[in-house]
């Protein structure tokens, strides 16, 4: 469910991306590199709690 829920938020991302020229390219990439981070950190948490 939380994997779903994460490439839903992706998803509705890229739409927003592709709809809106309101957002900065700049503030994308930092919004972008956050949310992999974030996914990383996930995917860590994950794992340790799964081992």
Same mark, same amino acid.
């Given at each position: 469910?939380?994997?779903? !829920? !994460?490439?839903?938020? #992706? ?6 991306? +592709? &709809?809106?020229?309101? =957002?900065?390219?700049?503030? #994308?990439? =930092?919004? =972008?590199? =956050? #949310?992999? +981070?974030?996914?990383?950190?996930? &995917?860590?948490?994950?794992?340790? !709690?799964?081992?």
């Amino acid at each position: 469910p939380c994997k779903h !829920a !994460a490439e839903e938020r #992706l998803s509705t991302l890229e739409s927003l991306y +592709k &709809n809106s020229s309101g =957002f900065e390219m700049g503030e #994308l990439c =930092f919004l =972008f590199s =956050f #949310l992999t +981070k974030r996914g990383k950190e996930w &995917n860590m948490g994950i794992d340790g !709690a799964v081992r």
